[in-house]
């Protein structure tokens, strides 16, 4: 069964840094684009980053380009995301997606989610 | 403001039929993209509906479906169902600002 199980989510105060962890399996982790999406409270969904299964190509959305770096260690079926500088704007429940397609791309495979709450 | 433009609410009744649209600009779903759909039940994850406009991940029911024209989108569900109603996204990409973009969302309530 192919699986994504999101870690590392929590409250932390602005400005602070938290990493957050993917653990894949049931599929060829390494031949796939991997993808965070997160969604604040209340609101809808909005794409994060997205990673090239040999960290070739990495993506990032303005609202968190210079402050977060994706990244992935195929040899463990991980993904990440390190967060840094975090604003109470980042509060939001983040999901790893793997993204399939060609010239349109969707993600078919979503983890449960893990909250990152931004909060003095 | 969500690059794509859905309804924020819509409703119907146990057996009828409701399309819940997704307009986009000539950047995105004009431009030639596909458009996918997921639902998200309360307090789960998102899950995929419907991808490249109207193709079924296994295990979705054919009371789904997917449309496209112009710059605009659909998902149609018939045959409405109490355990439909959840929270409905459109998804696409963007060529202006390079990113993959949603809706808004559509809550979806079964009366």
């Known amino acids: 069964e192919v699986q994504l199980l999101e870690s590392g989510g929590g409250l932390v105060q602005p400005g602070g840094s938290l990493r957050l962890s993917c653990a894949a399996s049931?599929?060829?982790?390494?031949?796939?684009?991997l993808t965070w999406v997160r969604q604040a409270p209340g609101k809808g969904l909005e794409w994060v980053a997205s990673i090239s299964g040999n960290s070739g190509i990495k993506h990032y959305a303005d609202s968190v380009k210079g402050r977060c770096t994706i990244s992935r260690d195929n040899s463990k079926n991980t993904l990440y995301l390190q967060m840094t500088t975090l604003r109470v704007e980042d509060t939001a429940v983040y999901y790893c997606?793997?993204?399939?397609?060609?010239?349109?791309?969707?993600?078919?495979?979503w983890g449960r989610g893990t909250l990152v709450s931004v909060s003095s | 403001q969500s690059v794509l433009t859905q309804p924020p609410s819509m409703s119907g009744a146990p057996g009828q039929r409701v399309t819940i649209s997704c307009a986009g600009t000539t950047s995105n779903i004009g431009a030639g993209y596909d458009v996918h759909w997921y639902h998200q039940l309360p307090g789960t994850a998102p899950k995929l509906l419907i991808y490249a406009t109207n193709n079924r991940p296994s295990g979705v029911p054919d009371r789904f479906s997917g449309s496209k024209s112009g710059a605009s989108a659909s998902l149609a569900i018939s045959g409405l169902q109490p355990e439909d109603e959840a929270d409905y996204y459109c998804q696409s990409y963007d060529r202006s600002l390079g990113v993959w973009v949603f809706g808004g969302g559509t809550k979806l309530t079964v009366l």
């Open positions: 049931g599929f060829s982790f390494s031949t796939y684009v």
């Open positions: 997606a793997r993204v399939m397609g060609s010239f349109s791309y969707y993600f078919d495979v």
